[in-house]
Every structure is written in C-alpha cells, then in structure tokens.
Nanobody
Framework: QGQLVESGGGLVQAGGSLRLSCVAS????????MAWYRQAPGKQRELVAR???????NYADSVKGRFTISMNNAKNTVDLQMNSLEPEDTAVYYC?????????WGQGTRVTVSS
C-alpha cells in the first residue's frame, strides 16, 4: 500500500516563506508527475504547481514568480518553496502523484498566512 505524506505547513506572516515537502512511499511506482493543489474553505481545489518526471513545470498564475516546485533525483519527493506569501494563499495544500497505475493524494497540510 502506498501513501503520500506532506509536511511543512504552518502559520506565517504575509511576506514570509514556507517550504512544503511530500514523500511518496510504499507501493507507488512509475511516477510520471507530482503536483501541489490547494483548497480554501468554500472554494474548489485548484492546481498550484506541477512537475513532470522530466522536470517540466507549470504554475498557477496566482503563484508564478513566488512559488517553486522541485523533485528530488529519486523522483519520490516533491517540494514547494513558497515565498512572498499572501493571505490569499491560505488553504490546505495537497500533494498529488500521477503514475502509470493511477493517481494518489496526500491528506493535506494547512498553510495559514496572516496579514
């Protein structure tokens, strides 16, 4: 059985930084891409950033230039460096992994940005 475990969330002042990490373990193989999504109360879950096995990245317009997604050499960990955080970034952030055999979701880590 595989799982994704997120860490790094917390409370930060506007303008501050956080680094989220997600580690895939267990029966998760053939990872094609990993991504971070977020969901604020009363809103739909949205894609924040995505990175493929080959290092191709894409970002939501709202975070472009502030967030950076990266994957380790083993292709089982994805990080999200979040700089210049804004109150609008407040949400639960979820790790997602795309594999040949389907997708997986983490349980989420909460990010709160105070003004």
């Amino acid at each position: 059985q595989g799982q994704l475990v997120e860490s790094g969330g917390g409370l930060v002042q506007a303008g501050g930084s956080l680094r989220l990490s997600c580690v895939a373990s267990g029966n998760i193989f053939r990872i094609d891409a990993m991504a971070w999504y977020r969901q604020a109360p009363g809103k739909q879950r949205e894609l924040v950033a995505r990175i493929t096995f080959y290092g191709i990245t894409n970002y939501a317009d709202s975070v472009k230039g502030r967030f950076t997604i990266s994957m380790n050499n083993a292709k089982n960990t994805v990080d999200l460096q979040m700089n210049s955080l804004e109150p609008e970034d407040t949400a639960v952030y979820y790790c997602n992994t795309e594999t040949t055999f389907g997708g997986y979701w983490g349980q989420g880590t909460r990010v709160t940005v105070s003004s």
